[in-house]
């Protein structure tokens, strides 16, 4: 559980409090936040890779700093740390730490969003919308079709306005309950936008530059992408940051982007003297966090796989799941008795993951009741399980899809709960930026 110790204050007040002792002002504040990053992290709020034992000195200057086991004085000479030169010296993004659920947890704030990029698959089941699910009783949680990323690359209105209305029908049907949280269309709230302009000017460049996600997207193909496509990370930031939510369901592919939220976070609270965004925190969901294509497993289960069988979606029939599972790629050895076998075996590590995700058991258990098997006999028990875990899924979106209409009221309804939240926070957010309200 990421829980903040109580008496562990954030490393702004802490500057504050060290520059009035010792007749600083606010001399402190980022070398404060160098410094007492580590401890704070310790403790479970944020993280910052700086020793506990060295002076922080942007651009080879030295500042005014208390050390552990150091008695150093202020002088009126030191040079003072601008806002600038906090933006050059913190070009490292602030690592996260790892969250898993556990049993004993206390109400907080989820935020997580997900394209409108066509039927969802069995891996964006497993990976996150099965999740979701499951945070619904614990946390307060907003589920966001995310049609703002969407346009980031071309799409055609009438497939965007489409695949929203699938992608909420899916989320419906998948047991996202509009009762239990807030589900809606990230367009329909502007306050993420008023909130992303303010981020864009906080963030550096330079932070930009090391998104992978951007370089793998576009290749060698960076001077006809999108500028909206490389500050999408931006925009991702106040998603999150315009409900002061503090966890966030995530992959792996994009840890880096919260770590530029939280970056982001520290900035603005740095540059405005003010402790108002919360740290986020990533909670990686469990083993099965990641399904692979059935047609090689060494890549993810995608929607943009030009090929329908690397996938099963949540919309395919029984018949058409069994006939992908019965062509997935395997290889001509036995199933193992042990995990260890699986090692070196991508395919059937993917496919003894999916049973095991499915089944909510551990792979090892799957691997007790078929190791030593041939892979016929596994698929078709692994075939038979999925059906009958995404036949209700998919008679309930058929069921969604025939009336658009009640789709579209429920992701409004959402809307306005999503605003009522926001817009308070995004004003604040302003006033404090200095704009006149």
């Not at 315009?242 to 592919?253: C, E, L, Q, R, S």
Request: negative net charge.
């Amino acid at each position: 559980m990421f829980r903040i110790a109580a008496d562990m204050k954030n490393p702004f007040s802490m500057a504050r409090e060290m520059g009035t002792e010792r007749g600083c002002d606010d001399r402190l504040s980022n070398a404060a936040f160098s410094v007492y990053g580590d401890a704070f992290h310790e403790n479970g709020k944020m993280g910052r890779k700086s020793s506990m034992c060295q002076p922080w000195s942007p651009k080879g200057r030295s500042a005014c700093l208390p050390i552990r086991g150091a008695d150093r004085d202020c002088s009126e000479t030191e040079p003072r740390v601008s806002h600038s030169e906090f933006a050059t010296s913190n070009s490292a993004l602030t690592p996260l730490p790892s969250f898993r659920i556990t049993p004993a947890m206390t109400k907080h704030r989820i935020f997580s969003g997900i394209q409108p990029s066509g039927v969802p698959t069995l891996g964006n089941y497993l990976g996150a919308i099965r999740h979701w699910v499951g945070l619904q009783d614990e946390y307060d949680c907003l589920y966001c079709v995310v049609d703002w990323h969407a346009i980031t690359q071309w799409q055609s209105p009438e497939s965007l306005l489409t695949q929203t209305r699938e992608m909420a029908a899916a989320l419906l049907a998948c047991g996202v309950d509009p009762t239990r949280s807030i589900l809606f269309h990230q367009s329909a709230v502007t306050a993420h936008l008023r909130l992303a302009w303010i981020f864009e000017c906080v963030a550096r460049i330079g932070w930009l530059n090391r998104m992978t996600q951007f370089k793998d997207k576009v290749g060698k193909n960076r001077d006809s992408a999108s500028a909206g496509l490389y500050t999408y990370p931006v925009l991702m930031a106040a998603d999150v940051l315009a409900y002061k939510a503090t966890h966030v369901p995530v992959g792996d592919d994009q840890r880096q982007h919260l770590e530029l939220a939280n970056d982001i976070a520290q900035k603005f609270n740095h540059d405005y003297g003010v402790e108002f965004f919360p740290p986020i925190v990533p909670m990686v969901l469990g083993p099965a966090a990641r399904v692979m294509s059935l047609r090689d497993g060494t890549k993810k289960m995608s929607k943009s796989d030009s090929s329908d069988q690397s996938r099963i979606n949540l919309t395919d029939d029984a018949d058409t799941i069994a006939a992908k599972i019965r062509r997935a790629k395997t290889d001509s050895e036995p199933l193992p008795s042990e995990p260890e076998g699986l090692e070196n075996r991508p395919e059937a590590r993917n496919l003894v993951g999916i049973y095991a995700a499915l089944a909510e058991c551990e792979p090892k258990e799957v691997l007790t009741q078929h190791g030593g098997s041939g892979f016929g006999a596994f698929k078709e028990a692994l075939a038979e399980l999925v059906i009958d875990k995404l036949a209700p899924i998919a008679e309930s979106m058929r069921q969604h899809l025939a009336d658009p209409s009640q789709i579209d009221d429920q992701l409004r309804q959402g809307a306005v709960r999503a605003a009522a939240l926001a817009d308070p926070i995004v004003t604040e957010a302003e006033k404090l930026v200095g704009f006149l309200r």
